[in-house]
């Protein structure tokens, strides 16, 4: 049996087609569920009801900054709203 609050983190695995690793402090387990939409309706109702996530999600959030990692340069890539761009 797993408990919620032993749960700390709920991750999508390429290990098997639709499947999720769920770890706990003590071991990982790996779920293989029947499709796409299952493997996300369960993540969503472990993330919806364990307390691994600590903090809230965030509301009325809106995306203004991505900043990216290019491994063939070494840098750091930033898009942003013209708003934003005065600032980098």
């Given amino acids: 049996m797993i408990f ?5 983190a709920v991750t999508r695995t390429d290990l098997k087609a639709y499947c999720f690793e769920l770890v706990t402090k003590d071991r ?16 969503h109702e472990i993330y919806s009801r364990s307390p691994l996530m600590g903090v809230s999600n965030p ?3 809106v995306h203004k900054v ?23």
């Fill in 4 to 8: 919620l609050k032993d749960i700390t």
């Fill in 28 to 43: 990982s387990y790996f779920l293989s569920c029947k499709n796409d939409e299952e493997l996300y309706s369960w993540m």
């Fill in 59 to 61: 509301t009325n959030f």
């Fill in 66 to 88: 991505h900043v990216g990692f290019d491994p063939n340069t070494g840098n750091f890539t930033v898009s942003v709203t013209q708003a934003f761009e005065g600032l980098f």
